[in-house]
């Protein structure tokens, strides 16, 4: 199969339109081409792009910042000469002064098919500017690793932020460039807008379910190291918002969980208990692990693996990484009522918030964990209608 950049590439035809126009490019690590050429380079080879500009988001263009919350300044790239800003430094919006060095921004971000994941709120600001100041934005389409599946309460009104970009479930089942035109439609954009669409793409197919498994993997950002965490990842991201380590600073992260002193064998019958429909679709392993850094760093925490690696035992429609992740928590409250498991800090610098409800764009999975009395078909009558609804609303813009 080939990628958006890879046929851009490959296709003057599909360049055509660029001709006499100021060509900026948003990217990451992991916007690279099947030979592994970082996305800049490739586009700066091409005698037929004006290349003028650059810009990184979250961790960098090039991927310097190895943690969350860890800013980049801009720069001028020290072999091609042009202006590299970051979109995740001083500001989270391109600037007026920013706007003004292209005409067409090329989009090439690799996704993880989750809300939470920050590129997709930077994909959002830069319609938004482009609409305002009269540029194009050209999606370079990529896979979602996640595939096609859907899973998690809608973002509720007023719970925007930058890890949430919109009303849209946690697992969104989209690539970037479907994400685009949803964007563009829900807040009534007016732009030139296109979708570079990959070849071949079957998300549906095993074994990959969503990312061609004979492509490398690049991390998009630091602590996404293969595809098994991006199958994790929609159920995973809620332990940054917890006082459980979600793995930083071992060789696993947002694969794992623990902490010290948990109670593993406890806590894996109290899920099974609650809702064995939940554990399916994945293999759970009692794990022990101590951080580097990060969260108990140092420490011996008792923990547990989620395991989708193995075909024989990974069943792609079965899995729902939102819910056991839930569970998990559901459980280490009948373990330990009193447990301090929500993390009270100023996550994606928001003071006004818990972290594990911006993280899940509202109030409602913390209060069905904190609730003794709330059940597995409590939780599911919250998620299952957003869910259904969002299959709904996203069908007009799936490409592939």
């Not at 930083?248 to 794992?256: D, I, K, Q, S, V």
Request: charged share 20%.
């Amino acid at each position: 199969m080939q990628f958006g950049i890879e046929r851009f590439l490959q296709d003057p035809a599909l360049r055509a339109p660029l001709a006499g126009r100021r060509v900026a490019l948003l990217a990451h690590p992991a916007s690279v081409t099947r030979e592994l050429t970082h996305s800049l380079d490739a586009l700066a080879a091409l005698p037929d792009v004006r290349l003028s500009a650059a810009f990184g988001p979250q961790h960098g263009l090039r991927g310097d910042k190895q943690d969350n919350m860890v800013e980049s300044p801009d720069f001028t790239d020290p072999v091609l000469g042009v202006p590299v800003f970051s979109l995740y430094g001083e500001v989270r919006r391109p600037t007026d002064a920013m706007m003004d060095t292209f005409d067409v921004l090329l989009v090439d971000l690799q996704d993880l098919g989750c809300r939470i994941y920050t590129f997709i709120t930077t994909l959002r600001y830069v319609l938004e500017a482009a609409a305002t100041h009269g540029k194009a934005v050209w999606v370079l389409d990529r896979p979602n690793p996640a595939g096609r599946p859907v899973e998690g309460t809608l973002l509720r009104p007023g719970w925007e932020s930058f890890v949430g970009a919109g009303p849209m479930p946690m697992r969104h089942g989209m690539t970037m460039g479907e994400l685009g035109h949803w964007f563009i439609a829900l807040l009534k954009l007016d732009l030139e807008y296109r979708v570079i669409a990959m070849d071949g793409w079957l998300p549906d197919a095993g074994p990959g379910f969503g990312w061609p498994v004979d492509r490398t993997w690049v991390n998009p950002s630091p602590n996404a190291a293969n595809l098994w965490m991006a199958r994790a990842y929609a159920g995973t991201v809620m332990l940054e918002g917890t006082t459980l380590s979600e793995g930083r600073g071992t060789t696993r992260p947002l694969e794992l969980f623990g902490a010290p002193g948990l109670d593993t064998t406890r806590l894996l019958a109290d899920m099974q208990r609650i809702a064995p429909q939940w554990l399916a679709g994945c293999r759970l392993r009692p794990c022990w692990f101590e951080p580097t850094f990060h969260k108990h760093a140092g420490q011996l925490c008792a923990g547990v693996q989620i395991h989708v690696e193995d075909p024989l035992h990974y069943d792609h429609g079965a899995f729902q990484p939102w819910r056991l992740q839930a569970l998990a928590f559901k459980a280490l409250r009948a373990q330990a009522p009193d447990y301090p498991l929500w993390r009270d800090f100023p996550y994606e610098y928001e003071t006004d918030r818990l972290a594990i409800d911006l993280i899940n764009g509202g109030p409602a999975l913390r209060e069905w964990v904190d609730n003794p009395a709330t059940s597995a078909a409590d939780l599911d009558a919250i998620a299952q209608p957003d869910e259904a609804a969002w299959r709904e609303a996203r069908q007009p813009y799936v490409i592939y």
